[in-house]
T-cell receptor, first 113, second 117 residues
Framework: DGGITQSPKYLFRKEGQNVTLSCEQN?????MYWYRQDPGQGLRLIYY???????QKGDIAEGYSVSREKKESFPLTVTSAQKNPTAFYLC????????????FGPGTRLTVT | AQTVTQSQPEMSVQEAETVTLSCTYD???????LFWYKQPPSRQMILVIR????KQQNATENRFSVNFQKAAKSFSLKISDSQLGDAAMYFC??????????????WGAGTKLIIKP
């Protein structure tokens, strides 16, 4: 089955540690996205990538980093510089930059204490 | 900058009845897309319906339909014959059709829909 996988579903870290969230897709999509979701708010774009080895900052990129070394993979690192990292993180992909439909993974709930 | 507003944090409806969720948006663009996404308790985001701004006809997908009022910048979602499985957060989203917009989705804050059995 084609789709997007995110692992793990729940992640716990101590403050000051970097943590990497995984996102893999087998849809052969060019574009991939990372969103952050907080209670009572809509999704906010962290980073997006339109092709391999290229990515752009979204609205809230500070304290996050990404890489896109392979078409199917777009890992997100939450660094210790992110002031409030506890949130639900969603990864998405679309066929290409202009495609209107984004497909979402099941998300990762990150808790930092 | 574009904004999307969902003024109803929570709505409830009796099973089998009809409910309408509201969404308004602000944009100076003439060509764009609008979406309704559903996020059930599993938190998987699922596309429910989309509307192209250049189409006057309202989009329909089975029990889901929209009322798109371009001049009023309103995009409401109507769910007919509500079912227990419709219980979820519903998000309205906007996307520019212009190439230099980076095609970013702009999201509303969501409406929690409760279905009463």
């Amino acid at each position: 089955d084609g789709g997007i996988t995110q692992s793990p579903k729940y992640l716990f870290r101590k403050e000051g540690q970097n943590v990497t969230l995984s996102c893999e897709q087998n849809l052969n999509h060019d574009a991939m996205y990372w969103y952050r979701q907080d209670p009572g708010q809509g999704l906010r774009l962290i980073y997006y990538s339109q092709i391999v080895n290229d990515f752009q900052k979204g609205d809230i990129a500070e304290g996050y980093s990404v890489s896109r070394e392979k078409k199917e993979s777009f890992p997100l690192t939450v660094t210790s510089a992110q002031k409030n990292p506890t949130a639900f993180y969603l990864c998405a992909s679309s066929a290409d930059r202009g495609s209107y439909e984004q497909y979402f993974g099941p998300g990762t709930r990150l808790t930092v204490t | 900058a574009q904004t999307v507003t969902q003024s109803q944090p929570e709505m409830s409806v009796q099973e089998a009845e009809t409910v309408t969720l509201s969404c308004t948006y602000d944009t100076s663009e003439s060509d764009y897309y609008l979406f309704w996404y559903k996020q059930p308790p599993s938190r998987q985001m699922i596309l429910v319906i989309r509307q192209e701004a250049y189409k006057q006809q309202n989009a329909t997908e089975n029990r889901f339909s929209v009322n798109f009022q371009k001049a009023a910048k309103s995009f409401s979602l109507k769910i007919s014959d509500s079912q227990l499985g419709d219980a979820a957060m519903y998000f309205c989203a906007y996307r520019s059709a212009f190439w230099d917009s980076n095609y970013q989705l702009i999201w509303g804050a969501g409406t929690k829909l409760i279905i009463k059995p």
